[in-house]
């Protein structure tokens, strides 16, 4: 598994909850933070396929460690 940088993962995370809670379009985001808009819906998949349920990424019924491995995958 490759490492990422938290930042890089925390950085996801905020496009992807700013896509969810519609305080910004797929346009603003890909255009604000430079990224391709198809990568974002990826991202944004990725984070519904892991069932998160909140904005600050907790994940149902998982332990510390396995929430660590999914947050990586994203």
Known sequence: MSKRS????????????????QEQSLTQLSKQY???HQTIQSWKMNYE???YFDSKAVIQGMNYQERQVVLYQL
């Not at 925390?10 to 896509?19: A, D, G, M, Q, S």
């Open 34 to 36: 430079q990224v391709n």
């Open 49 to 51: 396929k892991c069932r």
């Open 6 to 21: 938290p930042k890089l993962v925390e950085k996801k995370l905020e496009i992807v909850c700013l896509f969810l809670n």
